[in-house]
């Protein structure tokens, strides 16, 4: 997903371009191919961000502990069907609330916890410089950040900043 931008983000952005020496020269010499790569390459450093969507398919295919599973009282199994069942069969894990059913379904017992951890693997990566500009908050694997804008930037939304 291409971000686009408000009036008041373009701002902040050109700051942000203007204010990094790599970045102001590839937009003082034009080079607005260049400065979009540069701003879609990874933040660094790492900033590490929650994801906005995550399969359940991608969860539970990939080192999901399967035998955890059978361990959830019914409430807490119906809660994880519950945080999946929209069309897309998607979670949007930088929203508090989906955390907080994530924390409360795979919580207890030492494999619980375990599955947990490997849930919110899935759940964050690491943010592109363009991204890092508009997120909030600590962006550590523990903490992650979360974004006001996601996706790749084209060199389209750079003409007339």
Not at 24 to 47: I, K, M, S, T
Not at 102 to 115: N, Y
Request: charge should be neutral; proline fraction near 4%.
């Amino acid at each position: 997903m291409t971000p686009q931008l408000t009036a008041g983000q373009n701002a902040t952005l050109k700051t942000h371009i203007l204010a990094n020496g790599d970045t102001a020269q590839l937009y003082n010499d034009g080079n607005l191919d260049g400065l979009a790569a540069l701003l879609n390459a990874p933040a660094n450093p790492a900033y590490i961000i929650w994801r906005t969507t995550v399969t359940l398919d991608e969860i539970q295919q990939n080192g999901f502990d399967w035998t955890q599973v059978d361990n959830l009282a019914e409430p807490k199994a119906r809660t994880w069907e519950w945080l999946f069942s929209n069309q897309s069969r998607t979670v949007n894990p930088s929203k508090a609330n989906v955390r907080a059913g994530i924390d409360e379904v795979w919580a207890g017992t030492a494999g619980k916890l375990a599955v947990r951890a490997q849930v919110y693997v899935h759940c964050k990566r690491a943010a592109r410089r363009v991204e890092r500009v508009f997120a909030t908050g600590t962006g550590t694997d523990a903490t992650p950040g979360v974004m006001a804008t996601e996706g790749p930037i084209a060199f389209q939304e750079l003409i007339g900043l």
